[in-house]
């Protein structure tokens, strides 16, 4: 069964792009979960969802930062304009539902903003 | 903000050693979780522990949910080259997950 696929891996842009990270959570997961890893603030929350529908995005850190989830099978990320602070590995995650207690990481796109 | 505090940062020890580490709050969980990250990968579920006082045994590893679950550790027997990794506990509530600092292991041979 395959897990969560992310993609693109590695990206880097220059300061001003636009960036969208794409995500394909495990069939039958009904939660998503998108998260940012550094090494300053270690793995923080941005938005999660809930069959498609956003449920918490108090954790995106400014209006530069926006998510999708138009089907059950795909969610996208999008930073617009990207800055050299957005910077840092971002992790999708699914799980069952939200009462669902474990999560899977997908294997996470590294951002570099020059 | 429910901060989950882990300890050690970063540990270094020699194969077969023993080892604990530890995951503070003053908050209470539904859940604990503990995973393992190795370098560009994302994090791998070890275990969830749900009730307080739960033990936990994953061969060489042993979960422990404190018994207010406010915190929990993990201790490692015999540890080997293949434990290496970052060691992070999540905490659940409320619908969220609230991970810890993480805690960076290296086990030499």
């Known amino acids: 069964d395959a897990g969560v696929i992310q993609s693109p891996r590695h990206e880097v842009t220059e300061m001003g792009q636009e960036v969208t990270l794409r995500c394909k959570p495990i069939?039958?997961?009904?939660?998503l979960f998108w998260y940012r890893q550094t090494m300053m603030r270690g793995l923080e929350l941005l938005i999660y969802f809930n069959n498609n529908v956003p449920i918490d995005d108090s954790g995106m850190p400014e209006d530069r930062f926006s998510a999708k989830m138009p089907n059950a099978s795909f969610s996208t990320l999008k930073i617009q304009p990207s800055e050299p602070r957005d910077s840092a590995v971002y992790f999708c995650?699914?799980?069952?539902?939200?009462?669902?207690?474990?999560?899977?990481f997908g294997p996470g796109t590294r951002l570099t903003v020059t | 903000t429910q901060l989950l505090e882990q300890s050690p940062q970063f540990l270094s020890i020699q194969e077969g050693e023993n080892l604990t580490v530890y995951c503070n709050s003053s908050s209470v969980f539904s859940s604990l979780q503990w995973y393992r990250q190795e370098p560009g990968e994302g994090p791998v579920l070890l275990v969830t522990v749900v009730t307080g006082g739960e033990v936990k045994k994953l061969k060489r590893l042993t979960f422990q949910f404190g018994d207010a679950r406010k915190d929990s550790s993990l201790h490692i027997t015999a540890a080997q080259p293949g434990d290496t990794g970052l060691y992070l506990c999540?905490?659940?509530?409320?619908?969220?997950?609230?991970f810890g600092s993480g805690t960076k292991l290296n086990v030499k041979p």
């Open positions: 069939s039958g997961h009904n939660s």
């Open positions: 999540a905490g659940y509530n409320f619908n969220k997950f609230y």
């Open positions: 995650a699914s799980s069952l539902d939200l009462m669902s207690y474990e999560q899977y």
